[in-house]
């Protein structure tokens, strides 16, 4: 059988693909629902969701004039 990539990781890993520190992706995890199961968490969600917050915040963001 060939090994597969794992899609369930630490919150230290997510962090470090992400370029977050584990409290941030803790937070966000928190805050939008992404489940925590025995300490890790599912890539693809996570990845999906932090698109959105990054979206979101962007939109937030006020242009200076």
């Known amino acids: 059988m060939a ?3 794992g899609n369930h990781l630490t919150l230290e890993d997510l962090a470090t693909r992400f370029g977050l520190s584990t409290d ?3 937070g966000i ?3 939008e629902s ?3 199961v025995h300490g890790r968490v599912d890539r693809s969600l996570f990845a999906l969701v932090y698109r ?3 979206a979101r915040d962007a939109s937030r963001t006020p ?3």
């Open 52 to 54: 959105d917050v990054v």
């Open 29 to 31: 995890c928190l805050s």
């Open 34 to 36: 992404v489940p925590v």
């Open 63 to 65: 242009v200076a004039a």
């Open 24 to 26: 941030e992706a803790w």
């Open 3 to 5: 090994h597969t990539r």
